[in-house]
């Protein structure tokens, strides 16, 4: 909180290179980090981007795994952002079909090389922990898209199974 006398202010600049990329996934403190960069009036995205070509909101995973389907640097047309936070996507094409992407996860080598100076962020918490946020957002619903993806291939909108549970928790760390 910039306090009172704080917000009539210019932000104090950043003393990190952007953009900023949170490489963390869904539920590990990606909205609060948002959240803080957005309190320090930073142009910040979270799961969204708004295309810079035609102003267009779409998750901003889509955007980035479509520019490198098309050879292009990831954050191209993606918005005009210090910080990307909550970048992957997980969409449901039907009941048992998912259609999923996270730069996190399989990007992070080509971010790296397109934007060398760019800040990565990894907010981590307790593996159990993360594991009832995720089972408990959404009455399971984000689970269920990423068990379609194959993201984890134990995983159920279910109570898990101790050794379910266990390989989810490896997942995660």
């Known amino acids: 909180d910039p306090g009172e006398e704080g917000r009539h202010k210019a932000p104090t600049p950043l003393k990190v290179q952007t953009p900023i990329f949170v490489a963390s996934l869904p539920k590990s403190g990606t909205t609060s980090i948002w959240q803080y960069f957005n309190c320090g009036a930073r142009t910040s995205s979270h799961q969204w981007v708004k295309r810079n070509s035609t102003h267009d909101a779409v998750p901003s995973g889509l955007c980035i795994r479509e520019n490198l389907r098309n050879h292009l640097p990831p954050l191209t047309d993606c918005g005009d952002y210090d910080v990307y936070t909550d970048t992957g996507y997980a969409g449901f094409v039907s009941p048992n079909v998912s259609d999923c992407y996270y730069p996190s996860i399989s990007a992070l080598p080509t971010l790296y090389e397109q934007y060398p100076n760019a800040t990565i962020i990894l907010i981590t918490r307790n593996s159990t922990s993360w594991l009832r946020s995720m089972q408990a957002w959404g009455n399971g619903s984000l689970l269920k898209r990423w ?27």
Not at 147 to 165: F, G, R, Y
């Open 147 to 173: 068990k379609n993806c194959n993201l984890i291939s134990h995983v159920t909108t279910k109570q898990l199974s101790p050794a379910e549970a266990g390989d989810f928790a490896a997942f995660y760390e």
